[in-house]
């Protein structure tokens, strides 16, 4: 079994820090970079960044409480949610980061260690009920243990920056009266816009799933079926399929659709599990694979039997108001042309006043990420940027009409990940028996 090292319940002295050779065995070799995980390299890159950031903000330490910043910084899955089991990931500007959390989490820092998936070894840990021996910290005492640890690192003064302004890191400074927490979120925000290749390349083998998984959803489409038994087989079949291609990554798969008059409602509706595909029915779907925490998105629309006159120009205006705005996502273009792009489109076509949504939002550890604000942004693109392309239009009565790829920013045009097809004919299943059920 791997060696790792922990600092543990009683506060011993940190754990060292590894080298830049040294793998989580405590030898040389390949830090990381095994099972899709990503490699050593990204998180001494992201350190340096980090670092650099703190000093420019004159900020001690960066303290990250939220989750998926959480594993950007320290390569570690949260097992736990915080706003009940607190974490944080303290990255000093000058020395090794170092984490605190829950004792519930003990086995799945062995598991992380033993496979190369996390890259900050010295944890410190709390309990949340009292014990005869080995005492330590309660979960109410977080913010005391947060406080003693800050204070033997020698990060007991001066102006730490938070990734996040609530919880109980709020109540350290009492404890630490020369402390000073300052919002420093936009570190992480700005740095997780922008994606490495080894994160591009994770999206990319996502983007291929949710392909393959649009094939089995067009394939399962017939009058008569329940959507939610749709969404469910075509989530067993890709499931299966994720353990052919990817059998010992972290893979998350989300499938779900809407049918019909339903599919007007872009995020779903309070009710109606029992929806039943129809003939005559349009289907917005959506599916969404997430490979060692970085996800994909992929929707589309379809129909089953032959769309009304209403619907087929309702579904054209947004496959062209889409490619549309694909186009814009280039390197150096102002972002809010994508939208302006597909809206002019949509203005053309007499949808104008259907537009109820964005053209897009950042897509990596996240479904939803910065940025958010493509309509009224005008800062030039950066490569390597990832964004979801989805301008829809939604006709109350009638059904939605979206399709959404994950694109990649770079010079002179977009990669679009997600390649499924988007035409008409190939989106319109025969009214009897669906396709191969």
Known sequence: MKRYSTARRALPAPGRALDDGEDSAGGRGKWSGAMGYLSRSVFRDRLARIREALGEADLAALVVLTPENFLYVSGYF??????????????????????????LSTNHVRYANEHDSMWIREVHFYAEHYRLHRRTYLTPQWPQMAADLLRRKGLGRGRLGVDSAGGPITRVPDLLPDLRLVDAGRILREMRMVKCEEELALIREGAELSDWGQARYRDHLAPGRPLAEIDTLVAHEMAAE?????????????????????????????????????????????????????????????????????????????????????????????????????????????????????????????????????????????????????PGIYLYGVGGFRHDDTVIVKAGRAEITTRFPRDLESQTIPAKGGRGR
């Open 78 to 103: 949260l097992d736990v949610q915080p706003w009940e089991r607190p974490v944080a990931a303290v990255v000093p500007r000058d020395e090794d980061p170092f984490l605190i959390m829950h004792e």
């Open 242 to 390: 994720a353990v052919r291609r990817f059998p010992e990554y972290k893979v998350e798969i989300r499938v779900s659709g809407l049918t019909g008059p339903n599919s007007a409602c872009p995020h779903g509706i309070s009710g109606d599990y029992g929806q039943v595909v129809e003939a005559g029915h349009g289907i917005v779907n959506i599916v969404i694979p997430r490979l060692n925490g970085y996800v994909c998105e992929n929707e589309r629309t379809f129909f089953v039997g032959t769309p009304t006159r209403e619907q087929a120009s309702a579904f054209e205006a947004a496959v062209e108001a889409q490619a549309a705005a694909a186009e814009a996502f280039v390197a150096g273009a102002a972002m809010a042309d994508a939208d302006a792009a597909a809206q002019r489109v949509f203005e053309r076509r007499g949808f104008a006043d259907r537009i109820i949504h964005r053209t897009g939002h950042g897509i990596g550890l996240a479904g939803h990420e910065h940025p958010d604000d493509i309509a009224f942004n005008y800062r030039p693109l950066v490569e390597n940027e990832v964004w979801s392309c989805e």
